[in-house]
């Protein structure tokens, strides 16, 4: 089982199998999968889910071993060929090193956040957690410090000057909704958007005017970035994902588009079948349609690979420029059921060490960290293309204080604690460790801009 996916050594399976022997054969290789399902679920279809065995088992039983994959070491010319090339004298001073946000520790830090959800209005229900009575609050005073460099406190004015003038999109799922609230929030610390647009169920699209700096931003609900049919209760029970074609939801509107933030993930752990150049390409957990398992990985690479070669494409078509995030895999925290009083209960960060970042997790960020790589060396020589990933897997995997878990809900013991109370230990509590991913976010787009600050 040594694979990076836990389909890939799947000789012809026989679909004709009946299912419980298909179930309990593979269950090993679809308990990863099955428990995001049955949250997913509990989120998008609040009905009580069925009791089935599955429910029972522990997330932590994940069984896939991926490779992680290390940042590139610094590219360095070899001394003997610069030297022989030129006098050390006439080379210019050397570039300051790019900082690697991606490892580092939590550390205590007193100033707190930015806003509340007194000060800000745009924080989602269920991610309300001071407004939901949790009752410890110390996981709002810690700070990300990279091993080689400092992450600045966010200044929500660097963000509004550097794109004056600019409209700026969150695309994808609800991890790219709770990365976009959090940015509204704390830049509403300093002014005040008008909400000019809004659209959909549960406002899945919106847009923000900052009128001092003549800035928008949009959340754009995408949740697999390429044409995708999400299951209902109308429609289909699995999702249908058209890898080769990207969701023009988002795309039409990247004439006008300066700055577009991609986060997808989770929602490829659905059952889904996947289509490609007009015909089925295969399915992830699929019993009973005459599909073949070919699990979500290389599907999320597909689909990563059509979005990135759209954005560039329309880029060069447009004669402007774009600049791009992906933002990588946000890891959960689920240490039980997700059903059951303390599913997420930890109230500390991890301290280093504490925790790898393996398994999904890692093959998930990989796969992202990888096609952003591929698609940088693609657009080389474009100048009007700019694309980084906002790589904050293991930041997010240290710390599992950070999520909801019961308080999705306002006062979840109220009258009592219950013995079964759902959970939430996916999305992040905001305020919380999403606004470092923005703090991140500010920082690279600053070494774009120059490095230049408004301090
Ligand atoms: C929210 O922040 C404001 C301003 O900093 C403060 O006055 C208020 O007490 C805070 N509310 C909560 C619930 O922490
Ligand atoms: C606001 O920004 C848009 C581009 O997003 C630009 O076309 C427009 O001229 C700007 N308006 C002002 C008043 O600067
Ligand atoms: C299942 O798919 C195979 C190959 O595409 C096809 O030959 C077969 O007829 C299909 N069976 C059913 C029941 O649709």
Request: overall charge negative; aromatic content about 12%.
């Amino acid at each position: 089982m040594g694979g990076s996916s836990p389909f890939k050594d799947r000789s012809n399976s026989q679909h004709s199998a009946s299912f419980s022997s298909f179930f309990w054969r593979y269950l090993t290789y679809t308990v990863y999968a099955i428990l995001p399902i049955a949250l997913f679920r509990l989120y998008f279809y609040p009905l009580p889910l069925p009791q089935s065995p599955t429910d029972r088992l522990p997330l932590s039983d994940h069984i896939l071993v991926a490779p992680s994959l290390s940042s590139p070491p610094p590219a360095e010319k070899a001394g003997g060929d610069a030297t022989a090339e030129a006098p050390p004298l006439l080379l210019p001073p050397p570039a300051p090193p790019v900082c690697d946000y991606t490892n580092g520790k939590w550390v205590h830090d007193k100033a707190g956040p930015l806003y509340n959800g007194t000060t800000c209005g745009t924080i989602k229900d269920g991610q309300n957690c001071i407004a939901h009575g949790r009752p410890d609050l110390e996981y709002l005073y810690w700070r990300w410090e990279p091993h080689q460099c400092h992450l600045p406190r966010f200044q929500p004015i660097d963000f509004l000057q550097l794109l004056r003038n600019k409209n700026v999109a969150f695309v994808g799922d609800s991890m790219a909704r709770n990365q976009l609230e959090s940015l509204i929030c704390m830049l509403s610390s300093v002014s005040e958007p008008t909400l000019v647009y809004t659209n959909g169920e549960d406002n899945k699209f919106r847009k923000w005017h900052f009128a001092g700096h003549n800035m928008t931003i949009s959340v754009y609900w995408s949740p697999f970035l390429v044409k995708g049919v999400e299951k209902s209760s109308s429609g289909p029970d699995h999702n249908e994902l058209y890898l080769d074609t990207v969701d023009e939801r988002w795309a039409a509107d990247l004439g006008w588009l300066d700055m577009v933030v991609l986060s997808v993930g989770h929602w490829f752990l659905h059952p889904a079948v996947y289509f490609e150049g007009g015909s089925a390409l295969g399915c992830h957990y699929c019993p009973g349609l005459n599909h073949t398992e070919i699990g979500f990985y290389d599907v999320l690479r597909k689909a990563l690979r059509t979005t990135l070669k759209a954005l560039i494409a329309r880029t060069r078509a447009s004669g402007r420029s774009t600049e791009a995030f992906v933002t990588t895999f946000s890891p959960s925290h689920f240490e039980g059921d997700w059903d059951k009083f303390g599913a997420c209960p930890k109230t500390k960060p991890y301290q280093e060490g504490e925790k790898l970042l393996e398994g999904m997790d890692a093959e998930m960020r990989k796969i992202e960290v990888e096609e952003v790589e591929a698609s940088k060396a693609d657009a080389r020589e474009f100048s009007g293309f700019r694309l980084e990933a906002l790589d904050i897997s293991k930041l997010s995997l240290m710390r599992p204080d950070g999520h909801p878990g019961p308080y999705m809900y306002p006062f979840p013991f109220a009258d009592g604690v219950k013995d079964r109370v759902q959970n939430d230990c996916v999305h992040w509590c905001l305020p919380g460790p999403v606004d470092t991913w923005n703090g991140i976010l500010l920082e690279v787009i600053k070494r774009w801009n120059g490095g230049e600050t408004t301090e």
